[in-house]
């Protein structure tokens, strides 16, 4: 049945890809070739920049509405030479204005920005690509776009390289000039077209605009509306696109619960990237150390399961997508974190294991195929009985129809073995995975699904050890709606990946309208009603979810969401809905309760946001209320003064306990130029019993170069003794050769 599901599904897919729809004929954009460099001054005097041919404009209005050329225009021009892309952007404005920038910190995030973004599709597959954006005080970032840009999580600003930019303000228009390296790219050795698009948000009218016109049913950083950029020749790589970037560190740390204690100690590893033809890239890791990462935001668990936290770790990022994509949230082969990275239940914080080296090779072999390989090893730490691991990834994935693709992944994980009389791995430590995953995206962007399969292995023979899901969307205009159907067995193992819950069958539809009113106040509004139901065959149903809910997204950029939700949760074990410790419900009991809920965000160019979030009802025997908020305050484009805040009521009947759960985290961000900055994080969590404090100076005294140093403290809340503590120092160099 499951495999004739699985056949019946893909066939659906494969039939939905085919009648993709064609686009009309849009127009190109063009590089020039240069045969002097460009002087990065922010002044647009260069002969290039000079003549009127060649400039990209009509940019069209993405918000408040998509039917229109924008209100303030954009004009863009591009260029190279054998070494470089070169980029030109004039910003108009209907006048002089105060720009606003949220900090001086690099890779700013947000509508409340200005900005100008400039995504570079390289290998036309209009699923991956590279952003570059530049704020009008000089402020850049740079991301990844993975998987069409569907999602704003597609976006990821974790990933940092090399490029330049100057921006000037002038009095009714502010202007960029940027400067990209080839080397920091990949692309087609002798290709001579990309996909290619430009969008900009201007805070002052709440516009957006993009030069190829996205729907604005689809998120701005979609890739399957972009032109084309044609290039007066074709690119040739002329580089070693070699780079090295070492570090030096030293950490000092106490154990107060454990009474140990680690001495100033130095360490010295680094990184390297290599680039494998212009489209491939060699990462290699020796001793890394991720001390300058930052800690974890923690959350009020009132799940059962475990929470996912992304990876910020700089080696995994450059091409994550191609392993991190396989699977669904509830059921990934391959979480990157789960290498390196232990949680300490102490203090609710994730640290560090020792990771000995790492190498990872990936990227696109031609048009069509791309490659993924890594191989990890973890330290053995004897004192502790800890055995170092190998993890291997292998991952390949093949594009077919217009924008849809196939894959295929592998990981293996391997125990060493501590004992000398042993060979050097464990016969009885492994953990195998394969999986095969096919990825639809129709060319015009209003199909996307996905149909996976994957296995895991062990020493032993294992009943139901798979997890299948078959999903597809449909999002127009006025319409989305969506199903799932997910099959996990009761021994699907992947050691090396996320999986919350096993031995379940999931179905979940939903579907929701959207109206979009003529209204100086509303953007648009509408209802969403959505099922997701979770059987077993020894069970039968164990939970079961029908939520109603209205949004209404308003011209300010604010938002407003009622929610009604309808639960039915069935425990297969004891389980304390506080996880304080207290008396738990026991194991076969199951429970309906009915909540309500209330979600609004703020305006975020005002200087004053909040986010905030409430929910209340019926909780397994009891009742509970919770808000949970994210307020912040910002001084200019120096200061950012932001608080987290969730505070749990929970009410139950004896045996079991009441709670009262706080989590409270202020944060203060200070940006002192564009290369110094200071970020204090705190965070009070009466749930696990610990107080954290978190202080991170970072120099960039170069580009992409930082000094790191990092505080870090933990402590009991109540009478404030210590238990853990440490400051690190860290210093980095990108050396380009």
């Known amino acids: 049945m499951r495999i004739s599901l699985c056949f019946t599904a893909l066939g659906l897919f494969l039939g939905i890809s085919l009648d993709a729809w064609s686009q009309a004929q849009q127009p190109n954009a063009f590089a020039f070739k240069i045969n002097e460099p460009i002087l990065l001054d922010g002044v647009l005097d260069e002969e290039i920049w000079d003549s009127e041919e060649g400039w990209n404009s ?56 200005d900005g100008i973004s400039f995504v570079f599709d390289t290998f036309n597959d209009k699923t991956n690509a590279f952003q570059f954006g530049v704020n009008p005080y000089g402020v850049q970032r740079e991301a990844l776009l993975a998987n069409g840009g569907s999602r704003s999580e597609d976006l990821n600003l974790a990933w940092d390289n090399k490029w330049y930019a100057k921006a000037t303000i002038h009095e009714n228009y502010w202007l960029v000039e940027a400067i990209i390296p080839l080397s920091t790219l990949r692309y087609k050795d002798g290709g001579q077209n990309w996909n290619v698009n430009f969008y900009r948000i201007d805070s002052h009218l709440g516009e957006r605009s993009t030069w190829a ?14 032109r084309k950029l044609i290039f007066e020749e074709p690119l040739r790589k002329n580089s070693a696109n070699i780079s090295l970037i070492p570090y030096v560190a030293a950490r000092t740390s ?57 990876e910020r770790r700089q080696f995994f ?25 232990d ?34 090893q973890t330290a053995t730490d004897e004192l502790a009985g800890v055995n170092g691991k190998n993890y291997s990834v292998l991952a390949v994935q093949k594009k077919i129809f217009a924008r849809s693709n196939v894959g295929m992944i ?33 060319s015009d962007n209003r199909w996307t699904g996905k149909v996976f399969y994957h296995r895991t292995f062990q020493d032993q023979d294992l009943d139901k050890p798979y997890s299948f899901n078959a999903y597809v969307l449909y999002n127009d205009l006025h319409w989305a709606g969506s199903f ?32 979009f009113p003529k209204s100086n106040l509303i953007n648009r509004h509408g209802p969403k009603v959505e099922f997701e139901g979770y059987w077993n065959e020894t069970l039968g149903t164990t939970d079961r979810d029908v939520n109603l809910s209205y949004e209404v997204r308003f011209q300010s950029l604010s938002r407003l969401t009622l929610t009604q939700k309808n639960r039915y949760v069935y425990l297969f074990n004891d389980f304390d809905p506080t996880r304080t410790g207290a008396e738990p419900l026991p194991a076969g009991s199951d429970y309906k309760t009915k909540t309500y809920g209330v979600k609004y965000a703020s305006n975020p160019r005002n200087l004053f946001r909040i986010d905030l979030e409430t929910e209340f009802g019926e909780y397994y025997t009891g009742n509970f209320a919770q808000v949970k908020s994210e307020m912040g305050a910002r001084i200019g484009y120096k200061a950012n003064i932001s608080m987290n805040f969730s505070y749990s009521q929970i009410r139950l009947p004896e045996p079991q306990a009441d709670a009262n759960l706080l989590l409270v985290g202020p944060r203060i961000d200070l940006t002192f130029t564009k290369s110094l900055f200071w970020t204090t994080f705190i965070q009070y969590n009466n749930q696990i019993d610990n107080l954290n404090i978190n202080t991170r100076l970072q120099w960039r005294y170069a580009p992409v170069s930082d000094l790191f140093i990092v505080y870090t403290d933990n402590y009991f809340p109540g009478d404030f003794l210590p238990k853990q503590r440490s400051l690190v120092f860290k210093l980095n160099y990108w050396l380009n050769i």
């Open 410 to 442: 592998f990981v293996n994980k391997e125990s060493l073995a501590l004992d000398e009389y042993q060979s050097l791995f464990d016969p009885t430590g492994f953990n195998r995975l394969v999986g095969f995953d096919y990825n639809l995206a129709s």
């Open 484 to 515: 799932s159907f997910q099959d996990v067995g009761k021994s699907f193992n992947p050691e090396v990946g996320y999986l919350p819950r096993v031995d379940f069958k999931r179905f979940n539809p939903d579907l929701a309208y959207i109206w």
């Open 58 to 113: 009509d940019f069209m209005q993405y918000f408040p509405s998509d039917t229109s050329l924008a209100n303030v225009q954009t004009r863009v021009k591009v260029a190279f030479d054998d070494n470089n892309i070169y980029i030109a952007a004039i910003m108009e404005n209907d006048g002089p204005r105060k720009y606003v920038s949220t900090s001086l910190r690099r890779d700013y995030r947000g509508e409340q920005n």
């Open 213 to 226: 016109p996205i729907p604005r049913n689809f998120p701005i950083i979609s890739t399957a509306f972009s």
């Open 254 to 310: 106490k154990n107060f619960l454990e009474g140990t204690s680690e001495d100033l100690s130095p360490a010295v590893g680094g990184d390297a990237k290599i680039g494998i033809g212009p489209a491939m890239n060699l990462d290699l890791t020796f001793n890394p150390d991720f001390s300058q990462v930052e800690v974890d935001q923690q959350v009020t668990n009132l799940d059962r399961f475990e929470i996912f936290f992304p």
């Open 343 to 376: 949680r300490d239940e102490n203090t609710g914080q994730n640290i560090q294991s020792k990771i000995i080296y790492g190498a990872r090779l990936s990227g696109k072999v031609n048009e069509n195929w791309r490659v993924g390989l890594m191989n990890m």
């Open 317 to 341: 990022l450059e091409n994550a997508d191609l392993f991190e994509s396989f699977g669904q949230p509830r059921s990934r082969p391959f979480f990157s974190r789960r290498i390196g990275v």
